[in-house]
């Protein structure tokens, strides 16, 4: 079971950038997949979220409205459309799987290895 985050890099302030959360070992029809992000100076936090259908997303605060969490379960991938980004955007993004958890990091059960994002200003 393993999961691989990709698609990270260096973009500018305004600019945009698609993350991919592929698995291997496992379908993900049957989980919801949760986006996080993490830096030196702060924990781990929610991104955002999507069901197993796709019928349900969820994301925080900070990124609603320039974020998009999408799912090809044909294609065993989901994605993270980042639009809009800021400086304060810039972190290590990591996807995760359960079959039950949301919001909560410490619900997942399964995390792929995360994948930079940097943001100039």
């Known amino acids: 079971v393993q999961l691989q985050a990709s698609g990270g890099g260096l973009v500018q302030s305004g600019g945009s950038l698609r993350l991919s959360c592929a698995a291997s070992g496992f379908t993900l029809d049957q989980f919801t997949i949760g986006w996080f992000r993490q830096t030196l100076r702060t924990e781990r936090e929610f991104v955002a979220a999507?069901?197993?259908?796709?019928?349900?997303?969820y994301y925080a605060e900070t990124v609603k409205g320039r974020f998009t969490v999408s799912r090809d379960n044909a294609k065993n991938t989901v994605y993270l459309q980042m639009d809009s980004l800021k400086p304060e955007d810039t972190a290590v993004y990591y996807c995760a799987a359960d079959r039950l958890a949301v919001e909560d990091s410490t619900m997942y059960n399964y995390w792929g290895q995360g994948t930079l994002v940097t943001v100039s200003s």
């Open positions: 999507i069901t197993w259908s796709g019928a349900s997303t």
